[in-house]
C-alpha cells in the first residue's frame, strides 16, 4: 500500500552483528517512522522523521539510530543487535495530516 | 503526548452494529483523532480520522464527543473479517505529527 517497501522481510541474525533495515517508498510522503511489535502486544514508536534529515526519537529508541539522507528511505540500524530486540518491525509514512500507510512488516531474530 | 483509555478486548456477533468507545482526556485542541486496526498477521491499516464533527467512510463512522474528550467508532454491520485490534490515536500535527499507538481493542466477531 501507498508504495512502501521494506527490506528484508524476514531476517536472522548473530547476537552482537549491526542490522540495517530499510523501509522505502514511493509516495514522495513527508512522515516516516519505525515501529516494533511484540507477540501479544501493541505497536511501539522507535523513531521518525518529518523530513530528510530530521529525526526524533519514538518510546523505544534505546538501542536503535535512524538516517533519512533523501524523502524516499528511512534506515533504521540496529548497531549491536542484542535478543531483546527480536520483533517485528513495521515502517509507515504519511503526509501531512493524513493517514498513515504501513508497509508489511520485517521479522527480525536475534540468536 | 495525549494518553488513550480503550476497553482491551470487545466481543460482538456478525452482521450487527460494534460501538467502539476510546478516552482521550488530554487530547490538545488540534489533535485529530485517527482509527486504525491491525489484522492478525497483517501490518496496521488505516480506517477513519475526525478532528471536531462527525464522521463517516465505507468502512465506519466516528463520533466525537462535543468536549473532544472521547470518540466512539461505529462498525454498522460487523463482518468476520472485521475482526481485529482496533487503535484510537490522537495524531499529534503540530511540527513532527507523532503517530503513537496505545494497547488498543481486540474485536472478536461471532458468526
Known amino acids: 500500500d501507498a508504495g512502501i517497501t521494506q527490506s528484508p522481510r524476514h531476517k536472522v541474525t548473530e547476537t552482537g552483528t549491526p542490522v540495517t533495515l530499510r523501509c522505502h517508498q514511493t509516495?514522495?510522503?513527508?512522515?516516516m517512522y519505525w515501529y516494533r511489535q511484540d507477540p501479544g502486544h501493541g505497536l511501539r514508536l522507535i523513531h521518525y522523521?518529518?523530513?530528510?534529515?530530521?529525526?526524533d526519537k519514538g518510546e523505544v529508541s534505546d538501542g536503535y539510530s535512524v538516517s533519512r539522507s533523501k524523502t524516499e528511505d528511512f534506515l533504521l540500524t540496529l548497531e549491536s543487535a542484542t535478543s531483546s530486540q527480536t520483533s517485528v518491525y513495521f515502517c509507515?509514512?504519511?503526509?501531512?495530516?493524513?493517514?498513515?500507510?504501513f508497509g508489511q512488516g520485517t521479522r527480525l531474530t536475534v540468536v | 503526548d495525549a494518553k488513550t483509555t480503550q476497553p482491551n478486548s470487545m466481543e460482538s456477533n456478525e452482521e450487527e452494529p460494534v460501538h467502539l468507545p476510546c478516552n482521550h482526556s488530554?487530547?490538545?485542541?488540534?489533535?485529530?483523532i485517527h482509527w486504525y486496526r491491525q489484522l492478525p498477521s497483517q501490518g496496521p491499516e488505516y480506517v477513519i480520522h475526525g478532528l471536531t464533527s462527525n464522521v463517516n467512510n465505507r468502512m465506519a463512522s466516528l463520533a466525537i464527543a462535543e468536549d473532544r474528550k472521547s470518540s466512539t467508532l461505529i462498525l454498522h454491520r460487523a463482518t468476520l473479517r472485521d475482526a481485529a485490534v482496533y487503535y484510537c490515536?490522537?495524531?499529534?500535527?503540530?511540527?513532527?505529527?507523532?503517530?503513537?499507538f496505545g494497547q488498543g481493542t481486540r474485536l472478536t466477531i461471532n458468526p
Open positions: 488530554t487530547i490538545s485542541g488540534t489533535d485529530y
Open positions: 490515536i490522537p495524531y499529534i500535527i503540530q511540527g513532527a505529527q507523532k503517530l503513537v
Open positions: 509507515a509514512t504519511a503526509r501531512e495530516n493524513t493517514e498513515a500507510f
Open positions: 522523521s518529518y523530513g530528510v534529515k530530521d529525526t
Open positions: 509516495e514522495n510522503h513527508r512522515y
